[in-house]
């Protein structure tokens, strides 16, 4: 089956530009996880997408946002970039069969978009 | 604030020697995942353990989950210089009403020949 597609793969923006991601989840899997990975703060979790709601979200400033669509592919915008907000974005697709449940097959990441604020 | 630690962060070995990487974790979870990256690359899922006492293996590496003690090791048995690469444990835990990952800051493997 397809795996986890993210778009673009490589981004250069300026700083005080915004950017959109897109994250297509494995098919039939529900839920839609963010990730920023840097070289300094490492893998922090930004934002968790199940059903077209963002249920939780991580410690990241306003600028950062997503939604998800009734497809379930996802989408996270990054506004008034700063240099700071380099880094790779990375989506992760798991199938969770309601609210809370999960299942045994834990997350799926996507190759990942790499952002370069210059 | 959940913290997941892993020693060491830099190991580098020869090939054909055995190793260990710990996982460390300061909160209640019974789910944890292994995952490798190489340079530039995405993460790729390794071992995911579900319950305490879960062990898995595949090929060389193999994963332990210890709830209790908190505690997860990764095992390479006869190292070979493609299993260098950056590995990092990742905790399952219930945060605001949906689970997340919390990642340790990752162990970076180099085998030498």
């Known amino acids: 089956k397809a795996g986890v597609t993210q778009t673009p793969r490589y981004l250069i923006k300026t700083r005080g530009q915004q950017v959109t991601l897109s994250c297509s989840p494995i098919?039939?899997?529900?839920?839609v996880s963010w990730y920023q990975q840097t070289p300094g703060q490492g893998l922090q979790f930004l934002f968790e997408y199940f059903s077209e709601t963002q249920r939780n979200k991580g410690n990241f400033p306003g600028r950062f946002s997503g939604r998800q669509f009734s497809n379930s592919r996802s989408e996270m915008n990054v506004s008034t970039l700063e240099l700071g907000d380099s880094a790779l974005y990375l989506c992760a697709s798991s199938l969770t069969l309601d609210r809370v449940g999960r299942d045994n097959y834990g997350y799926t990441f996507g190759s990942g978009t790499r952002l370069t604020v210059v | 604030e959940l913290k997941v630690e892993q020693n060491p962060l830099f190991l580098s070995m020869q090939e054909g020697k055995n190793y260990t990487i710990y996982c460390n974790y300061s909160?209640?979870?019974?789910?944890l995942y292994w995952y490798r990256q190489d340079p530039g690359k995405s993460l790729e899922s390794l071992f995911v353990l579900l319950s305490n006492g879960a062990v898995k293996q595949e090929g060389r590496l193999m994963a332990s989950l210890d709830t209790k003690a908190r505690l997860s090791t990764l095992h390479i048995t006869a190292a070979v210089h493609d299993l260098s690469a950056t590995y990092f444990c990742a905790v399952d835990i219930y945060y605001q009403g949906a689970q997340k990952l919390v990642f340790g800051q990752g162990t970076r493997l180099t085998i030498n020949p």
């Open positions: 098919s039939g899997h529900r839920s």
């Open positions: 909160t209640t979870s019974d789910r």
